[in-house]
């Protein structure tokens, strides 16, 4: 007789295959040494009723960086971070509780590139569905999951315009997500909506139901070149300001 494969190991399965496909594009050290200041953020996924999910935070009011924006647990590298991974898992535990230990790394993805032209390493890792957020008021007001599949398939979505100091423009993702079990809405946009809408690229592999900035066919080198040309027209102007 064939028994019906209990939800647990259907659960790990989906998670194996995210894996595999997360490990093919992990960057490792090789953005490490660029010289511009350092910040990382963590993607925490889980599985929330067999569906792979994102954790992200909305930005206290009171802070003077991008107040009440949503954002991925994260911020600026310290001294004592020996890596990007390192900068994550400890920004994750201050910000919204979570034990490093609790997080088991898969990858670091290509970087971006935040309004204070710091690289921003996105470092990916599953948390424990269980997992209950105690958000720091200094710095986090409100934390939210969204299905991940939103980020390829999205019931409300537009593109903003932007221009960088550095006279960069281009176009931002802009996704409102409504939580109708809280009836609330969040807006996520700039480097968070575009890390959440590459790491749904990785993990599906298949094609958004909006345009995006990659050569899907190419996109692990794709992704790498937009992110050298972005970091090459600010370190162009740094160095003609100096
Ligand atoms: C060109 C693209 C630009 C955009 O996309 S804007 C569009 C939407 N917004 C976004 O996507 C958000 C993007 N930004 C980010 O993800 C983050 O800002 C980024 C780049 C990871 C940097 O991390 P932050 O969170 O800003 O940095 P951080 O966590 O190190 O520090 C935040 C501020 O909090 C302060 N802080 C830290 N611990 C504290 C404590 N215990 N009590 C009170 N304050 C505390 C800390 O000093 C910092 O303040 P400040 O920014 O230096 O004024
Ligand atoms: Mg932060």
Not at 86 to 101: H, I, N, S
Not at 168 to 189: A, L, P, Q, T, V
Request: aromatic letters at 10%; glycine letters at 6%; hydrophobic letters at 40%.
């Amino acid at each position: 007789t064939r028994v019906a494969c209990p939800p647990p190991i259907r659960r790990q399965r989906r998670g194996i295959s995210a894996r595999r496909r997360l490990r093919e594009f992990d960057v490792g050290d090789r953005f490490s040494r660029l010289p511009l200041p350092k910040a990382s953020v963590l993607l925490p996924l889980t599985v929330r009723a067999g569906k792979l999910h994102l954790l992200l935070t909305v930005r206290a009011m009171q802070l003077r960086r991008s107040p009440g924006e949503v954002c991925f647990p994260g911020g600026k590298r310290e001294a004592i971070d020996k890596d990007e991974i390192d900068t994550a898992l400890r920004e994750a535990k201050e910000e919204v509780g979570l034990q490093p230990e609790k997080v088991e790394v898969v990858c670091r993805l290509v970087p971006g590139i935040d309004k204070m032209n710091h690289v921003v390493t996105p470092v990916v890792g599953f948390i424990e569905d269980t997992f209950q957020a105690t958000p720091n008021p200094d710095e986090v007001s409100d934390v939210f999951v969204v299905p991940l599949e939103y980020f390829v398939k999205p019931s409300n979505y537009k593109t903003l315009p932007y221009k960088t100091s550095s006279g960069y423009s281009g176009w931002m993702h802009c996704f409102i997500y409504d939580d109708h079990e809280r009836k609330m809405s969040f807006k996520i946009w700039g480097l968070t909506a575009h890390f959440a809408v590459f790491l749904a690229l990785v993990i599906f592999g298949k094609h958004p139901t909006f345009k995006v900035e990659y050569d899907l066919d190419n996109l692990i080198s794709s992704a790498e070149t937009n992110f050298m040309n972005l970091y090459a027209s600010i370190y162009e102007r740094k160095k003609s300001n100096l």
